[in-house]
């Protein structure tokens, strides 16, 4: 069971950490750059299942195997396990879960098992609200809620801990905001990338490129999604003509990609406030009414 819980973006930002530390619109000259950073601060959304646009050519994301009406069927979560990113061990982890789903059976992942998703399963997510500070750049998403903190202008740290959402350090590069990830918690259940459970391990490493592009510039993207994914309906606006927020993602792990691969998401403003949907513990909705490894307390924390 999901519970719904509206939060207006104005709430969010009248707190005092983030009042201290917003840009001024529109942010100011960095002294490291000739002009302005890009002002991606706003609350954007998709409304794509499984989510990532798989690239026209080249090495990209795992896809559907599973088609309805020529898309992805998110009822069978079937992964190609068949693309030549994957080695063959992780081939094999993918042909097990798709074979589990054409089964009937819903394997666990880490968003309907109510655990932090990594980067770039997180991408499934339909809303994201994105927060830049002068020194550090914060990202929202509305299922969970996940939280992403972005360091700006620092490198990793020698001795990295790892983390839920690993360590990202962030750079502007003209109008792009360049994002890298690494060190992503593998010691935690449902350590997998994607919808069909592809895999990772501690090499993952993750690269992001967020550019304001607009609507012609975003048609190529949008028509990438159109043949992949289905259309969910939402708080989206489609005769919206302005700016879209896309990020191109890279992906390495050479402990299960025999290549770097990479996608999209296209994302377009949300018209609607801020909503925030809490995962709640229904540890019978999975595994065919077994019980499931949703995270527990004996007694609410409000």
């Known amino acids: 069971m999901q519970r719904t819980v509206l939060l207006l973006t104005a709430l969010a930002l009248a707190t005092p950490a983030f009042a201290q530390t917003l840009l001024p619109f529109p942010p100011p000259?960095?002294?490291?750059?000739?002009g302005p950073i890009p002002n991606l601060t706003g609350v954007w959304r998709h409304q794509s299942l499984p989510g990532p646009e798989?690239?026209?050519?080249?090495p990209t994301s795992v896809t559907n195997r599973s088609r309805r009406n020529g898309v992805s069927n998110y009822d069978q979560l079937v992964g190609d396990y068949t693309n030549p990113i994957l080695k063959p061990e992780a081939a094999a982890t993918v042909k097990k879960f798709g074979e589990q789903s054409i089964a009937g059976i819903t394997f666990p992942n880490p968003a309907?098992?109510?655990?932090?998703?990594?980067?770039?399963?997180?991408?499934?997510?339909?809303?994201?609200?994105?927060?830049q500070g002068r020194d550090h750049i914060t990202i929202m998403y509305d299922e969970g809620p996940d939280v992403r903190r972005v360091r700006m202008n620092q490198p990793h740290p020698a001795n990295l801990k790892p983390s839920w959402y690993g360590d990202s350090v962030g750079h502007y590069e003209g109008d792009t905001l360049v994002i890298d990830t690494i060190g992503t918690r593998t010691d935690r259940p449902f350590p997998m990338l994607d919808l069909y459970g592809t895999p990772y391990t501690k090499a993952l490493h993750v690269v992001e490129r967020y550019r304001l592009i607009d609507y012609e510039a975003a048609q190529e993207g949008l028509q990438r999604d159109a043949k992949e994914n289905q259309r969910v309906a939402g708080d989206i606006d489609p005769n919206y003509r302005g700016k879209f927020l896309q990020v191109t993602y890279t992906v390495e792990d050479e402990g299960v990609f025999t290549t770097p691969w990479s996608a999209t998401i296209t994302y377009r403003p949300a018209p609607a406030p801020w909503q925030e949907l809490a995962c709640a513990e229904n540890t019978h909705e999975y595994y065919n009414n077994k019980d499931s490894d949703v995270p527990t307390a004996a007694k609410p924390d409000f």
Request: proline share 16%.
């Open 29 to 34: 000259a960095s002294p490291q750059r000739a």
């Open 54 to 58: 798989p690239l026209a050519s080249g």
């Open 112 to 131: 309907n098992q109510c655990w932090p998703e990594p980067v770039p399963f997180i991408f499934k997510t339909f809303g994201m609200m994105m927060v």
